[in-house]
């Protein structure tokens, strides 16, 4: 059977997401407990039972009423940051995502099974005005690829800089902010690569929900015959159906890719 390639882009936020807004009083992370009190309770009820809590720790934990740095034990720390970062809209957590799906999708087995894996991650952004490269460092510590470009300059992204730096068959823009669980993206994603491989005329996939996925020979024909490639992704769709080609899509609610809370202007 043959592995289908695919390259990975993390883009900007999609104009939907609106960013966190604590109530009056609250910290991001008190919004966060608000908002996942159900999951926060499991949370602190498995690190008490893996860290041997004492009941009045397992207390604190519960009320939230306290600060991760007055916390002693570095793991307790480590696990709170994951839990807070994981449910807050920031480019950090797709890649955080990203990275996951890219090793699980190392594995023959998971290879076989799924038909694809992901070849590059790339990852456009501008390069921070102070030299400050941490966020640059960890996006490459997770296996990215990061296009710089000038501070003030990443208005709209330009697909025709992008193209040299992927190898996939297939290629997936993902929106900054936004998650995804394994099992159900590389299920659509078989499905979507499946759809775009019957036939050489399907160019583009669209989730409708900010998610896109071209087929990279489609892209290239394009930048060959002089399209702008740096407008809005509805005008590069209309750019593909001048030359011929088709797009596909869903609109269910269930098929979109990448999840975006309700609080965060998504829909799960």
Known sequence: MEVRTLSAVLT?????????????????????????????????????????????TSDLLQRGRFRIEDLTDGRLQDAIEDFVNDRIPTHGRTMKSIAGLRRQMRDPMAQEMAGFTIVDV???REHNSHGDATDENEIKRMGGKVISYPPGS????????ILPHTTGQFIWFIPGGTQFG???VVQCLERIMRTLTSSSGVALYTDNADSFVFRSASLHDLARRGYDLSSNMQDIG?????????IVGDNDPQYILCQLEREYGGTT
Do not use: C
Request: aromatic fraction near 8%.
């Open 182 to 184: 394994f099992s159900d």
């Open 154 to 161: 990443l208005r709209t992204m330009n697909l025709a800089d």
């Open 238 to 246: 209309s750019a593909l159906r001048k030359r011929g080609y088709e």
């Open 12 to 56: 900007g936020f999609p104009a939907r997401l609106t960013q966190p807004r604590p109530l009056q009083g609250e910290t991001i992370f008190q919004m966060v407990l608000r908002n996942h009190s159900r999951q926060w309770k499991n949370t602190v009820e498995r690190l008490t039972s893996d860290y041997n809590l004492p009941q009045s």
């Open 122 to 124: 790339i990852v456009p």
